[in-house]
């Protein structure tokens, strides 16, 4: 298959260099050669959710996943999950039934949240039972997962066995989360996570919960003074439930001891390797800021355009960015909770705008 070549400019030449694709198949043939059932063999796993099957997801989150094949290669095995009882992803398939919440294996979820908190209980589940990476199909990836982590998290010389992308405080940014097989920090984790969804068919009111009361009057001054300037049209107590996973990995980042002499406070701080989140996995919004149409414009524009016109800078700069300082553009939806779309909602909304 045949691709085009772009320039690098001079100013970047030194920070970047060609790479030849390790998957040459052509879009078509990736995704459906990823509706299949595939054993797991080792801990190079890339894990990601649709609740309705890869070929139903939508053009833009299918070319992500079709970048995640070339960039990664053959010794990655790409799973997109989703809960279609005859599929070969269906979840069951990879996760036993009694580490998931009764409601999503009846499937009985409710409110306008119920893919995400669905990929919440695999997110720790099959990194848990079966190592590697999972990501949300939003992720636009830039760097192979071997560059950004894996390398170090598969050398037995080094004490880190989990990275994550690290927002503020003890708060990550739970799009990416990726861990050796059997972590116990993994498994405390996905534990809390599972024991708040019990009896539950919504994420409303979670945040009641004794075990998140530590959440309950944070406001977004934490986000906002470290850069993360979302546009929130709702309470702070709705994201915090809408990220109650969140609020689980910064409750045990702040545990000494979980009750069996295991302290995660300190393993956070040995063993996981925390990355900036602002710098490398939201480039362009570093550069237009966070507001969906912003960055949507800014994406759209076109290569012929006038190189001194202010769209073409800001274009420029965005791309650019990405490539040389960041390892991935994460695309985000925010349904409902902010006061204009999002990136991913706007993608959504108008096919093949990605490209």
């Given at each position: 298959?045949?691709?085009?070549?772009?320039?690098i400019?001079?100013?970047?030449?030194?920070?970047?260099?060609y790479?030849?694709?390790?998957?040459t198949?052509?879009?078509?043939e990736?995704?459906?050669?990823?509706d299949?059932?595939?054993?797991?063999?080792?801990?190079k796993?890339?894990?990601?959710?649709?609740?309705?099957?890869?070929?139903?997801?939508?053009g833009?989150?299918k070319?992500?996943v079709?970048?995640?094949?070339?960039?990664?290669?053959p010794?990655w095995?790409i799973r997109?999950?989703?809960n279609i009882?005859d599929s070969?992803n269906?979840?069951?398939?990879y996760?036993?039934?009694d580490?998931l919440?009764?409601t999503?294996?009846?499937?009985?979820m409710?409110g306008?949240?119920?893919g995400k908190?669905?990929?919440?209980?695999?997110?720790?589940?099959?990194?848990?039972?079966?190592?590697g990476?999972?990501?949300?199909v939003?992720?636009?990836?830039?760097?192979?997962?071997?560059?950004?982590?894996?390398?170090?998290?598969?050398?037995?010389?080094?004490?880190?066995?989990?990275?994550?992308?690290?927002?503020y405080?003890?708060?990550?940014?739970?799009?990416?989360?990726?861990?050796?097989k059997?972590?116990?920090?993994i498994?405390?984790?996905?534990?809390?996570?599972?024991?708040?969804w019990?009896?539950r068919?919504s994420h409303t009111?979670i945040?009641?919960?004794p075990?998140?009361?530590?959440?309950?009057?944070?406001?977004?001054?934490?986000?906002?003074a470290?850069g993360?300037?979302?546009?929130?049209a709702v309470?702070?107590?709705?994201?915090?439930e809408y990220l109650?996973?969140?609020?689980?990995?910064?409750?045990?980042?702040k545990?000494?001891?979980a009750?069996?002499g295991?302290?995660?406070?300190?393993?956070?701080?040995?063993?996981?390797?925390?990355?900036?989140?602002l710098?490398?996995?939201?480039?362009?919004e570093?550069?237009?800021?966070?507001g969906?149409?912003?960055?949507?414009?800014?994406?759209?524009?076109?290569?012929d355009?006038?190189?001194?016109?202010e769209?073409?800078?800001?274009?420029?700069?965005?791309?650019?960015?990405?490539?040389?300082?960041?390892?991935?553009?994460?695309?985000?939806?925010?349904?409902?909770?902010t006061?204009?779309?999002?990136?991913?909602y706007?993608?959504?909304?108008n096919?093949?705008?990605?490209c």
């Amino acid at each position: 298959m045949s691709r085009p070549q772009f320039t690098i400019p001079p100013e970047f030449q030194a920070d970047l260099k060609y790479v030849e694709p390790l998957d040459t198949r052509e879009d078509e043939e990736i995704i459906s050669s990823l509706d299949a059932f595939t054993p797991v063999e080792s801990e190079k796993n890339i894990w990601a959710y649709w609740h309705s099957g890869i070929k139903s997801m939508p053009g833009w989150c299918k070319r992500n996943v079709v970048n995640w094949s070339r960039l990664c290669g053959p010794s990655w095995t790409i799973r997109v999950l989703d809960n279609i009882p005859d599929s070969p992803n269906h979840v069951l398939k990879y996760i036993p039934a009694d580490m998931l919440p009764e409601t999503f294996v009846k499937r009985t979820m409710e409110g306008p949240y119920t893919g995400k908190h669905a990929a919440d209980f695999l997110r720790g589940a099959s990194l848990y039972l079966h190592g590697g990476v999972y990501m949300d199909v939003g992720i636009l990836l830039v760097r192979s997962l071997d560059r950004i982590c894996w390398a170090t998290l598969a050398d037995d010389s080094s004490p880190r066995n989990v990275a994550v992308p690290h927002m503020y405080n003890v708060f990550l940014a739970n799009h990416f989360v990726a861990s050796r097989k059997g972590d116990p920090f993994i498994k405390r984790w996905h534990e809390l996570f599972i024991h708040l969804w019990a009896n539950r068919t919504s994420h409303t009111g979670i945040g009641s919960d004794p075990l998140l009361e530590f959440a309950i009057n944070k406001d977004y001054s934490g986000a906002n003074a470290n850069g993360y300037k979302f546009d929130f049209a709702v309470e702070p107590i709705t994201v915090y439930e809408y990220l109650a996973q969140v609020a689980c990995w910064a409750r045990l980042c702040k545990l000494e001891d979980a009750g069996d002499g295991f302290s995660c406070a300190d393993y956070a701080v040995d063993h996981i390797l925390w990355y900036n989140s602002l710098n490398e996995n939201w480039p362009a919004e570093t550069v237009v800021g966070f507001g969906g149409q912003n960055v949507f414009n800014t994406l759209c524009t076109r290569l012929d355009a006038d190189p001194e016109s202010e769209e073409y800078k800001a274009a420029y700069k965005v791309v650019w960015r990405a490539l040389t300082r960041s390892c991935m553009q994460k695309v985000s939806r925010s349904k409902q909770l902010t006061k204009t779309p999002a990136l991913g909602y706007l993608w959504d909304e108008n096919d093949s705008a990605d490209c």
